[in-house]
C-alpha cells in the first residue's frame, strides 16, 4: 500500500506560478510510474503529466506542453509539478498517482491516488 501526500496548491493570479509536491509513503518509488492528474467542478478527471520510473521520459496533456513540468526524485520519494504561465482555466483539484509498472500511460489506470490539493487561479 503506498500513500501519496498532495501540497503546494493555493491562490494564484494568472501568469503566476506554484510548484505542487507528493510524498510517497514507499521506499521503492522508482518501482512506479508516477503521473499528475486534475478535475475541475463538474468535469472529468485528466491526465496532466506523468513521468517514467527513472525520470528520464516525461510525458504532457496538450494543455500542460511548454507551462508545466513533471520531476520526481526517488531518493526523496516524492514527485512535483512546476506550473508556470498559469491560466484562470487550470483551476482544479490536482492529485498525483503512482502506477506500479513500467509503462506509462494517459489514463486514470493507477493503483495509488493522493487526495488532491486545491489550485485556483484568478483572472
Known amino acids: 500500500q503506498v500513500q501519496l501526500v498532495e501540497s503546494g496548491g493555493g491562490l494564484v493570479q494568472a501568469g503566476g506560478s506554484l510548484r505542487l509536491s507528493c510524498a510517497a509513503s514507499t521506499r521503492t518509488l522508482s518501482y512506479y510510474v508516477l503521473g499528475w492528474f486534475r478535475q475541475a467542478p463538474g468535469k472529468e478527471r485528466e491526465f496532466v503529466a506523468a513521468?517514467?520510473?527513472?525520470?528520464?521520459?516525461?510525458y504532457y496533456a496538450d494543455s500542460a506542453k511548454g507551462r508545466f513540468t513533471i520531476s520526481r526524485d526517488n531518493a526523496k520519494n516524492t514527485v512535483y509539478l512546476q506550473m508556470n504561465k498559469l491560466k484562470p482555466e487550470d483551476t482544479a483539484v490536482y492529485y498525483c498517482?503512482?502506477?506500479?509498472?513500467?509503462?506509462?500511460?494517459?489514463?486514470?489506470?493507477?493503483?495509488?491516488w493522493g487526495q488532491g490539493t486545491q489550485v485556483t487561479v484568478s483572472s
Open positions: 498517482a503512482a502506477r506500479y509498472s513500467a509503462v506509462v500511460v494517459t489514463t486514470t489506470d493507477y493503483s495509488y
Open positions: 513521468i517514467t520510473r527513472s525520470g528520464g521520459d516525461m
